[in-house]
């Protein structure tokens, strides 16, 4: 290592070109860096879904969703299935084994068995889609185009067609739109007068509406095609259509028993800003687009969309991905420019002179080869990559100050600079290579973390541990290169005159509590036991806690049987209360969307960041709570949480074969869950719909003419729903051309009756005459399966200021032993929250477990010695004391966030430990006249500036993140508060604990080797 030192430190000139690259190289990446808002997170899940207008849920689970999950349950790679099967949707949710399997395989062969599955209804008017979801699927932008019914939807779909020619769009998906499509909509009085059926103009239009190749006409020079064109291709020319006629000439045609319009399809959901009808457009970039300058394309295209845009419309602007990563870009910026700053600051004040200056070199150049190295790898600037630079900033200079203090104490005797240079690093390569793997060491466990955690933390400790070898590489073979042109002797003497009256001060203090070694010892482990107890006992694990909430949400169920107008007018009503509660001048948009047929919606508003800081969510929450429910069957508040998606708090699966013990124990869980203390919006994912109008056929007359049950179903359902019957394509886009009764003849089962069915042989014949009708009340309207077995999911939210997830969670998993004792053929399952918080916590132990063991062989090999390498060790739980008191004063609970922070401490807390353990063996064998007690006093004296002038500037670049001084984000506060006061502690008790635990390791090994000698 030496003939390397001195080969950098000879050839300067090399290391100031090596210096100058990295920071050019490191301007180019910051430039090029992709800018995200979140992690590329793979969330491992799969939604099939699979549409089909008209059908029940029993049809869709019988017909679709058992088919499809006979098909997918073989596949291996999957951890898990939901399944809802409702009217007109299948939708199966595979969880897929992130940790252990390829997900582009298991994506590839859902794919192959959802496309061979061939036994689906023959009349499904959509394929199958399969969507992987992954964090490019979340929409950057969503845009809301306000304004009468059908001008909305068709500048819609037209925004939509161009938006997704732009370079950096991959798709758009839209709400509350209504497809155009050609409708004959046929008046049941005039067929009932006619004896026509809906069958026969379905029959006639399509007869007629068809281009046939007829072949060709050859001679020996030529050959001519011949084809006959009869494809509709104007709306106009359907009215013409004859539906009927006679020898004689008597002809019916479509205008005289219908009106063909140019309409949308039925609507099914709707979508409103405030209380205006608008349709919602979630616009998704493509995965390697840069996130800020895809959503600058989309606003320059609308702005200029606009200007041309019918006046009775208006485009607003609902969600805007780039305005938080802008927001938090700035945050982390200025926080990090301002931690720069007080590095900066604490360097120049600590070190002298020109040895200051050249020392805060190593940081810009270790931050900005670092952005070059990840910029190379694909790495995105998102609020992961963020938060390691932000923990990084103190850390950077660390190795640099050690190396660099070492340096003026070498000069101060005068030893000339180049010998100095080197003899500083030659002294100290080995601790500071200690101190920078042991920190590497704590970070890269985080690696381990499974699940969607662990994808989402993934590039934190790449990050980290490439700054840091960067810096290290940069202590050792730049910074002497320009230490060599820095202080003179006397300059180092004159600057230092201030520090040595507190290190003499800090020496004595010292001697004292060497001569008390074992009180001293005992004083620290009585605080550290205290902080364990106030950590136990006091502070509460959240996985992802909310603060400053900006977005509160209104979940709400409805009676199915009510119109979507009459849903649309509640829905308005509860935007109109709530925003009445809220402040209408607090709140900055809202929006409400509803599905009539399942009686679902929710109503999102956004508040203002000003009011959003100001005000405590859980009061809040409590407010809404009290807002009028009777118009709805189900109403929840909840505010939206950060981080990635985890569930619901408490979220209980119970699934089983045997529906009767199943839904036995459900009731008794309800039960018991209804008497916890702390729940709130208790939902047991049962669905109990409204009135209905059965349809028994009857057998012995539908066998007389020839009929089934299938034909009956049929001809209601073209009905009612309408067929589809061919395509009219104008300007290149195909439309539905769709046959059915007008709304008149759909509005009553009076008229339905009456409509005609056809026979085979050509006879129309009442549906009356086949059937029987009998109104009832039908059963749940969505089936659901857990892992392909039927099941009952059981949701529930927490009053955090009486219990928490892991609490609640907790209690149930007791109530559920009692219940499964009682009811064998059940299972059960803990999703949501607890099963995130569950596998984010046990994959922390076992970082944690490993950061230890790994950190240990390092001191081992190092020291070669089990005590000296426990007893630096055991530093670690002397950071946890600062952890413990910053929460609870801040009142603020330990979050996956925090423990983030805490399992990396554990790496950075000790650095100062391997220093001063190096220093005072060092001191050993060169004091040999001196007594232990005056060598630890000393040498830790002599560490005392290099020790507080490392922590400070990690401490001091953790600050303004810390308390938000550029900026709050949720996220990094937690990570930052635990590094900084966690390392403020051991520091301080580093100090104390180290020399008074070596005094005590040296008097027992004294003693136990006086014991042996004697025998």
Same mark, same amino acid.
């Given at each position: ?40 997170? *793979? ?32 596949? /291996? ?19 897929? *084994? ?19 599955? /061939? ?58 739109? @209504? ?86 399809? *039925? ?141 003026? @104490? ?150 199915? *049987? ?47 960041? @000003? ?299 000790? /650095? ?20 232990? /007690? ?82």
């Amino acid at each position: 290592m030496k003939i390397l030192f001195s080969y950098f430190i000879q050839h300067y000139k090399l290391s100031f070109v090596i210096l100058i690259a990295g920071l050019l190289l490191g301007v180019s990446g910051l430039i090029n860096l992709r800018r995200e808002a979140r992690p590329p997170v *793979d969330f491992a899940r799969v939604i099939v879904t699979t549409v089909h207008p008209g059908a029940s849920s029993e049809e869709i689970e019988e017909l679709i969703t058992n088919k499809l999950e006979q098909r997918l349950q073989n596949i /291996n790679g999957i951890r898990k299935s939901n399944s809802i099967s409702s009217p007109g949707l299948s939708q199966i949710t595979l969880y897929l *084994d992130l940790d252990n399997i390829d997900t582009e395989k298991v994506v590839a062969e859902i794919h192959w068995a959802i496309q061979s599955t /061939n036994d689906l209804p023959a009349d499904l008017l959509e394929t199958t889609t399969v969507t992987h979801v992954k964090a490019a699927e979340i929409p950057i932008v969503s845009i809301a185009v306000i304004g009468p019914d059908q001008k909305r939807s068709r500048v819609a779909y037209e925004l939509k067609t161009l938006l997704q020619n732009l370079p950096d769009i991959a798709n758009i998906q839209m709400s509350g739109f @209504q497809k155009r499509e050609f409708q004959i909509l046929l008046d049941p009085q005039k067929a009932i007068e006619q004896s026509i059926s809906l069958s026969e103009v379905v029959k006639a239009v399509q007869a007629y509406s068809q281009d046939i190749s007829a072949g060709t006409i050859r001679s020996q020079k030529t050959q001519n095609f011949v084809r006959v064109f009869g494809k509709i291709k104007k709306a106009k020319e359907l009215e013409d259509i004859v539906v009927r006629s006679n020898f004689y000439g008597k002809q019916i045609l479509i205008k005289d028993i219908a009106a063909v319009k140019d309409a949308e399809e *039925d609507q099914t959901s709707s979508f409103f800003v405030k209380d205006k009808a608008a349709v919602l457009l979630m616009i998704n970039k493509k995965e390697k687009a840069d996130m800020l300058k895809a959503i600058q394309q989309i606003e320059v295209f609308i702005n200029d969309y606009k200007k041309t845009m019918d006046q009775e419309l208006n485009i607003v602007t609902l969600f805007d991905e780039s305005e938080k990563t802008k927001k938090r870009l700035n945050i982390v910026t200025s926080n990090a420019l301002f931690g720069l700053v007080l590095v900066l600051l604490i360097l120049l004040l600590c070190l002298p002179g020109w040895l200051g200056i050249a020392t805060a070199f190593s940081l810009p150049f270790s931050i900005l080869a670092t952005i070059a190295l990840i910029a190379s790898l694909g790495v995105t600037f998102n609020i992961i990559t963020t938060c390691a630079f932000v923990i990084c900033i103190g850390m950077l200079v660390d190795n640099s100050i050690v190396i660099s203090e070492n340096y003026a @104490q070498l000069r101060s005797r005068n030893i000339l600079p180049h010998q100095a240079a080197l003899q500083s690093v030659m002294e100290l390569w080995r601790p500071v290579v200690a101190t920078t793997v042991t920190t590497v060491l704590a970070f890269l466990p985080m690696l381990l973390t499974k699940g969607i955690m662990g994808q989402f933390i993934r590039w934190m400790p790449i990050v980290v541990s490439i700054a840091l070898m960067i810096s290290l590489a940069e202590a050792f073979f730049l910074l002497p290169c320009r230490l060599r042109f820095t202080v003179s002797a006397k300059k180092e003497r004159k600057d230092s005159i201030w520090f040595l009256k507190i290190k003499e001060l800090f020496e004595r203090f010292m001697l004292r509590a060497l001569e008390r070694k074992y009180l001293s010892v005992f004083v620290v482990i009585s605080i550290v036991i205290a902080s364990a107890a106030v950590s136990h006992f006091q502070n509460r694990f959240i996985l992802f806690p909310k603060e400053n909430v900006e977005m509160y949400n209104a979940f709400f169920e409805l009676k199915k *049987d009510l119109s979507l107008k009459e849903m649309e007018k509640r829905a308005i009503r509860l935007e109109k209360q709530k925003r009445q509660l809220l402040g209408k001048d607090n709140i900055r948009r809202s929006h409400i969307s509803i599905n009539s047929l399942t009686g679902v919606g929710s109503l999102t508003t956004e508040v203002h960041e @000003q009011v959003a800081k100001k005000w405590d969510h859980k009061n809040i929450l409590k407010k809404l709570r009290t807002l009028e429910s009777s118009p709805f069957t189900k109403l929840r508040f909840d505010a939206f949480r950060l981080g990635p998606p985890v569930g619901r708090p408490v979220e209980l699966i119970l699934f089983s074969q045997n529906e009767l013990q199943l839904n036995r124990a459900v009731e008794e869980i309800l039960k018991e869950l209804t008497s916890m203390e702390g729940l709130l919006n208790i939902e047991d994912g049962r669905d109990y719909s409204g009135p209905e109008y059965a349809v028994y056929p009857d057998a012995n007359a539908l066998s007389r003419l020839r009929l089934d049950t299938k034909s009956v179903g049929l001809a209601l359902k073209a009905s009612l729903q309408g067929s589809i019957i061919g395509e009219i394509t104008e300007k290149g886009e195909s439309f539905y051309i769709r046959a059915k009764y007008n709304n008149e003849g759909r509005s009553s089962m009076d008229l339905l009756k009456y409509i005609n069915i056809l026979t085979p042989d050509g006879r129309r014949i009442p549906m009356n005459n086949v059937v029987k009708w009998k109104k009832t009340e039908r059963g749940s309207e969505i089936k659901k399966h857990y892992s392909f077995t039927p099941s009952v999911t059981l949701h529930a939210d927490v009053d955090l200021n009486k219990t928490t997830s892991i609490v609640a969670n907790s209690e149930i998993q007791k109530q559920m032993i009692k219940i499964q004792k009682k009811y064998p053929a059940i299972s059960y399952t803990q999703a949501g929250e607890q099963e995130s918080t569950k596998e984010s916590i046990s994959s922390l132990i076992q970082a944690m477990i490993l950061v230890i063991f790994g950190i240990f062989s390092v001191l081992l090999l190092m020291f070669n010695s089990f005590s000296v390498s426990l007893l630096i060790l055991s530093n670690v739980f002397l950071g946890f004391v600062g952890i413990s008191w910053a929460f609870l004063l801040h009142s603020k609970p330990l979050s996956f966030s925090a423990m983030v922070g805490t399992v990396g401490l554990a790496g950075v807390v000790i /650095n100062a430990a391997i220093i001063l353990v190096s220093f005072i063996e060092k001191r050993r064998k060169e004091m040999t006249k001196k007594s232990l /007690n005056e060598i630890l006093a000393k040498a830790a004296a002599d560490r005392m500036r290099p020790i507080f002038i490392t922590s400070a500037t990690t401490v001091l670049g953790l600050f303004p993140t810390s308390y938000g001084i550029g900026g709050h984000d949720s996220f990094l506060i937690p990570v930052t508060l635990a590094l900084t006061w966690g390392l403020i502690s051991g520091t301080l008790l580093t100090l104390i604990w180290t020399p008074c635990g070596y005094a005590i390791i040296q008097e027992i090994s004294g003693w136990i080797k006086k014991k042996i000698s004697g025998n």
